[in-house]
């Protein structure tokens, strides 16, 4: 594939050729409603309707990564369009190709029409907390497009979820995504242990139990919570089989 020269002005590029990876996504899944809309004006307006999408060239998938304007992708596919007009932004060296597109889409969130749900500005937050941990509250709050208490109460949760000894505590300078994975499999496993009679003759109610806690924690959006509990199960089972 010939690669595309950055040049500051929108380029043409095929659909073929971009790359809609979910972890560059900050957003747990496409707008059905404004994919509808984006693809009626693609079909009255053609590829100039709406602002170029924003990527990043990676020379591994012989393509460029979408890192901003999913749904314009989507739409533009639903309106048959065979190219949509693209920006390159500045990227960072030393970052790869796929977290200078979530950090790029990140920024461009922050700054558009509909922000992040609050579950997506919180998944946001932890990774930030993981994948950058020399990173002030202040500069993660900026680059999430949220306020420095809700990274200030993320950091805290994820620091201090799992107690196994009395005053033991992770470090607050880094917060370990391995760590956090290990604690909820062993509440996980709590939960299983502690089903009890109930479950031996009515069936197994772990499920039912999971949803009434995500309802009473997340409230309206207990939904997409769960869609990403899904996802993370998903991906440990594609895991688990590959390691077979």
Partial sequence: MDTIEPTGEAQLISLQLLHLKERVSPRFKVDPERRRLFGELYEEGGAQALPPILVVH???LGGY??????????AASDARLEALPALFPPVQA??????????IGLREVAR?????????????????LDE????????????????RQTVWRQRRIA??????????RWATTSVSADQIARSLV????????ARGLTDMLLGDRTGQRLAHALDDHFGEDAEEWAERFVRW??????????AE
Avoid: M
């Fill in 186 to 193: 062993r509440q996980i496993g709590r939960l299983w242990d």
């Fill in 233 to 242: 199960s998903q991906r440990a089972l594609d895991d688990l089989r590959s």
């Fill in 58 to 60: 990676d020379p591994a």
């Fill in 132 to 147: 950058r941990p020399g990173w002030s509250d202040f500069e993660i709050a900026k680059l999430v497009g949220c306020t």
């Fill in 159 to 168: 620091t201090t979820g799992d107690r196994p000894e009395p005053g033991e």
């Fill in 65 to 74: 990564l979408v890192a901003d304007g999913f749904t314009r992708v989507f």
């Fill in 112 to 128: 558009a029409g509909k922000p992040l749900s609050r579950p997506e500005q919180h998944e946001a937050v932890l990774r930030a």
């Fill in 94 to 103: 030393a970052l790869s190709p796929v977290d200078n597109a979530w950090e």
